[in-house]
């Protein structure tokens, strides 16, 4: 029984030491262990095999690298190669990984991430995602009476503050926060404290919570800044408290927290939809119960207020979630389109080293016929790929420092991550997988395809000993390498489209020599009409008096950079149901703007210098109210309510996109600010809308003395031409297509290295037999055709699956595609078309050397 444990023992040590010495020292151990016990002599055994095992695959260990150096240092080009494809392969991985998994895989920096729950107003059919349609206080008021599926309930809503006395004046980003929003999220300030019910009531209380930026920023990190008094708004405000460097909410642009104060009058308007609200699900309430609990409530608020809430319904998702569908499906594609590089690199890696196997196949016979078993020379050329594979990590590492910074523009800001992506243990983690899936994965391959009976028969034959098996595995592997160019190809082209047709989307206004800025002024200052129209007058006074200033207006938002309030308008005779529940969009605009935008004037006037405090009140209304409201009548000097005021139309424009080039928007109207009373803070004009003759740019330095003469302490941010706000629309897709348009490069360049490698290595093999028919007279260019058509054969092989492939990656990706379809013509036919080109490149080099064969050569060769 000893006897058999310790030759199963033996298994340990390498084959060929088993072999040669495994008899000996099992006759050996039988004798020292003549009787002692079972157990002794097990005990022996171990302590015997185990550790003497280890030794020898030590030796052997480092004979095979000393071996691998010294013929890799012989073949630097072959080494140079691998390394480089393997870089490509592991550091594009490592790197998608690593956004990834900081967006998609890690738990958001809170407690109990997966409770926390966020609620927004969308349509009552679900077809709304995210914060789409913002809560109105009066809804959000009654989701928190009613609601016991969730708890802790906190609304915040987006703002901004300016402050002064420390310098240059800066407007910066922040948020107001009801009480429980802080708490909720179960994060404790790294200084002082948080908001209290008696922030959020007494309008004495005037507190403000810093972000860790901020405070180091501007406070030069004072440990003693709680208790001091800093002057946000024109108003003075006690600084209660510091919020942890890791910690950003609801975006990482936060700079600080301010009171979010609701009163009474808040809640009087049900379709004032400006609020976020953030909460817990209760102990052992799963998603989905909560989720139906949300919709019970949604159609009871529908029945008990149908004039604004028939066709509301609740967006009910994760914090988690946050990530637009766009946004995770983005990501997955690259992912997927990094994965795919990867199976790219191992397959053109296994065919650099079938073609290194090719070349040494003398070699190993030889070293077989001396009595190298095939287990030796297995191991010895998968120890080559390991050692190749780790040199190809190591240089992929660095192309994934590289490549992280990149892919992190492809991140959302509005998303709250645990760290920025960067390479973490668990990168490294991942790219050490990658490194052994490549090394041992695709080096497996033709490691096994040596030894045995094909070490005589290629001593006696030559190279050309197993040639027909090794390329037929390799012309495999190159139509893989052709499938996989042709998804991504195919992949990119329909992004391509994609960005096209988004960039093709008239959004209603012309950009071209327009330069805008912000002058948001502080709350006081902005609530009161008299003090806020004159700021206004007299700073587009003085800029359209600026020589080359073609018009200059003021707006409460920028299209594409706030998308306005919403507010349903009330039509005289006009049946309560039909108003919509996505209602219209507002803007408070001052003369001018329509000029400025270059928006035209289809009917009646804009708004003009007459339209004061205390005239009539009067609106510039666009398109698609008329089609909504008045399809068939003259909207001239017709009227309707909003919000308990009666406006006359007096005007018709062009309709504009105000929530993007990808998304249709509601109806817009246009109200005079010079005719507003108290205003909140989403409808104060503020954005400056500057329109030139010439290089709007040059007018910057004479504008900011302008405003620095009506007001030293007024900040100016946000400064930039109208064509650039217009161009960020398409930024992310444009990242995102940089990148899976480098990787599919990369592919198609990967591909044609493996076409050219493969070809050559048919006429390498087929020498002999090409000479042999041009002595016999054959036509030189029979030779050459010969090649090409294999090359198209091999595109076709990989082509075909390709297409179908990239199809249902297509569809997949349908959410990124903007209206262009998975199956779109042009895309396919160009990713087809650009992998043949690249095929045929591939093809020329080796179907030149077969036209080149010298017949008498070719014929002594062997």
Known sequence: MSRRFYRALLWLYPKSFRVEYGAELAHTFEESTRGRSRLAAHLAAIGDVVPNAMLAHGTVLRQDLRYAVRAMSRSRGFVTAVVLVTALGVGANTATFSVADAVLLRPLPFPQPDALVRLCEGPRDGSGWGCMNELSPANFRDVVAMARKTRGWGAFTGAEANLVGGGEPVRLSATAVTPEVLPVLGVRPLLGRVFDAKDA???????????????????????????????????????????????????????????????????????????????????????????????????????????????????????????????????????????????????????????????????????????????????????????????????????????????????????????????????????????????????????????????????????????????????????????????????????????????????????????TMRTALPSPRAADTLRRTEFYDRVLAGVQSLPGVQAAAYTSGLPFVLWGGIGAAEIPGEDERNRRADGESLRWITPQFFTALGVPVLRGRAIADGDRFGRPLVAVVSEAFVRRHWPNGEPLGKRFRLRGMDYTVVGVVRDIRVRGLERSSEPQLYFAAAQAGQLGGLYVPKDLIVRANGRSETLLPAIRRVIRGVDPEQPISDVRQLSEVVSNQTADRRAQLGVLTALAVVALLLTGIGIYGLLAFIVAQRAREIGVRLALGADPRRAARMIVFEAVRLALLGGIPGVLVAYAAARAMRALLFGVPPSDPLALAAGVGVVLVATLIGSLAPALSAVRVSPLLAMRAD
């Open 201 to 515: 009531t007494d309008p004495r209380a005037g507190t403000v919570v810093l972000s860790y930026g901020l405070w180091q920023s501007q406070f030069g990190g004072n440990p003693d800044v709680v208790g001091t008094t800093i002057r946000l708004d024109d108003v003075p405000r006690v600084v209660i408290g510091v919020m942890p460097r890791s910690f950003h909410f609801p975006t990482t642009n936060d700079q600080l927290w301010t009171p979010l104060v609701l009163r009474e009058e808040d809640y009087a308007e049900r379709d004032n939809t400006y609020l976020q609200a953030i909460g817990r699900l209760a102990p052992g309430v799963t998603f989905e119960s909560a989720r139906g609990e949300l919709a019970m409530i949604a159609a009871r608020l529908a029945r008990d207020h149908p004039e604004t809430n028939e066709d509301v319904g609740f967006s009910f998702f994760r914090q988690r979630d946050q990530v637009l569908p766009r946004y995770r499906v983005m990501l997955l594609a690259l992912c997927g389109a990094s994965l795919s590089l990867l199976l790219l690199t191992g397959a053109n890696l296994a065919n650099l080293l079938l073609v290194r196997a090719s070349a040494r196949e003398r070699e190993l016979a030889v070293r077989a016929a001396l009595g190298a078993g095939r287990e030796r020379l297995v191991r010895q050329m998968l120890t080559e790929s390991v050692v190749l594979a780790l040199l190809g990590g190591a240089v992929g590492l660095l192309v994934a420092m590289l490549a992280v910074p990149l892919l992190t523009h492809l991140v959302p800001t509005s998303l709250p991550l645990a760290h920025e992506p960067r390479l973490d243990p668990r990168a490294l983690l991942i790219a050490g997988a990658f490194t052994a899936l490549t090394g041992i994965g695709f080096g497996l391959l033709p490691a096994t395809m040596v030894g045995g009976r094909a070490a005589f028969s290629a001593l006696r034959d030559g190279a050309r000993a197993g040639g027909g098996r090794r390329q037929r595995l390799r012309a495999v592997l190159v139509a893989v390498e052709v499938a996989v160019s042709v998804v991504l190809l195919v992949s990119s082209g329909l992004l391509i489209r994609a960005v096209w047709k988004v960039r093709a989307v008239d959004p209603g206004f012309t950009t071209e020599q327009v330069l």
